[in-house]
């Protein structure tokens, strides 16, 4: 029996994400790591998430996953919903994720099986004492019903499709007898081997020297046409973001603060935080373009500003945005933001 792949629909909603909030309780307070998120994943898209270290975009990820370190770090409101393709022209029926207890038989069958996940650092998934072949081995086993043999097949197909060369002697390898692009390679074909239909990416190849990580990006980017799959990319990177993404979604301190389709995000970016964003980075093609760095820094989760969290950094801070928190607008069709600019 071969490994089963799913059919995907591209543009179909796969996951969706309705007012999320989650909340981490520490001896010094309680941390909004998101707060009131709603967004869209959409079959066979790359949706990008960008915004300055802690702005809740990790843990929007590790949310969708059930992963948070429960009961310290939880979703306290909104919901998540999978909407799974079609299978052998069924229908699935949707499911609430935020529903169901993170250890069920059911989230560990969406964890891996149809939401894979993959981390910057590689020994987060890998197992320094066993081979990368049996730990490839054993994700597919527990997410599909194949003999060792056709688990092993898929497992030196998915290691060639992720550029390893010679896989069928280094699928015996442990993670120390590879480089680190290679196991950053190994942990993405762990990631793909069931064929998922949404790879969740959390700054991917932000270790990586520039060359690897172009090559690793493209390679992304074909399996993810080869397989139809769904791309979730977390980065701060907006170089990667260019290259890879179809949408995009900008966060601050736990909030969405706007989204839009790529293009719209590069050459209309409506807040003024992504308008910084886009100052502070090079561009290529603008090699001449003078980089401002956004002045100030991200507020302290324990003592947020009233109003606009952007505020404090803001050129076009006005009195109101100091009072009240700015609602979602949308003024363009598909283009989200939060700003009393557009109000
Ligand atoms: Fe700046 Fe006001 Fe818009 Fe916030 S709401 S980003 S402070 S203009």
């Given at each position: ?7 995907l ?7 969706r ?7 981490f309780f ?6 909004k790591?998101?707060?009131?998120v ?8 790359t ?8 702005c809740?975009?990790?843990i ?10 429960e ?16 299978q052998?022209?069924i229908?699935?029926t949707s499911?609430d ?6 250890h ?12 894979a ?13 066993y ?5 490839i ?6 997410h599909?019903q ?29 993670p120390?007898?590879m ?13 793909l081997?069931?064929?998922?239909s ?8 932000t270790?990586l ?7 690793i990006?493209?390679n ?15 980065t701060?990177d ?18 969405k603060?706007?989204q839009a ?14 308008q910084?964003l886009?100052?502070s980075?090079?561009?290529?093609g603008l ?5 401002v ?14 109003g606009?969290?952007?505020a404090?950094?803001c050129p ?10 700015p609602p ?8 989200f933001?939060?700003?009393w600019?557009?109000k």
């Open positions: 029996m071969a490994v089963e792949q799913k059919e629909a591209v543009g179909q909603e796969l996951v994400i309705e007012d999320l909030h989650t909340q520490t001896e010094q307070g309680i941390v790591a998101v707060d009131g709603t967004f869209s994943i959409e079959q066979g898209k949706l990008g998430v960008v915004g300055e270290s802690g809740g975009k990790s929007t990820a590790m949310s969708i996953m059930r992963l948070l370190p009961p310290r770090g939880r979703i306290v409101k909104g919901k998540i919903t999978f909407f799974p393709p079609q052998n022209n229908n699935q499911v994720i935020t529903a169901l207890d993170r069920s038989s059911q989230m560990r069958g969406i964890r891996g099986r149809h939401i996940m993959i981390f910057q650092e590689p020994m987060t998934s890998l197992n320094p004492v081979t990368v072949g049996d730990q081995i054993e994700a597919i086993q527990l599909q194949v003999d060792r043999d056709t688990a092993r097949a898929r497992a030196i197909e998915v290691l060639e499709q992720v550029d390893i060369p010679d896989p069928e002697r280094r699928i015996s390898e442990y120390h007898q480089s680190g692009g290679q196991r950053q390679r190994a942990m993405i074909a762990m990631a081997s069931c064929y998922p949404l790879l969740i990416a959390d700054e991917p190849t270790a020297d520039v060359t690897i990580q172009a090559k990006l493209r992304m980017r074909d399996l993810q046409q080869e397989y139809g799959m769904s791309i979730m990319l977390i701060h907006l170089g990667v973001i260019g290259r890879m993404a179809d949408e995009v979604l900008v966060m601050y301190v736990g909030k603060v706007e389709e790529v293009r719209n995000i590069f050459h209309n970016p409506l807040h003024p935080y992504t910084g886009m100052k980075i090079p561009l290529i090699k001449d373009k003078k980089l760095p956004i002045t100030g820094s991200v507020p302290s989760p324990f003592n947020l500003p009233t606009c969290y952007f404090p950094r076009q801070a006005m009195d109101r945005c100091r009072r009240e928190a979602e607008t949308e003024p363009e069709p598909g283009h933001v939060s700003c600019l557009y």
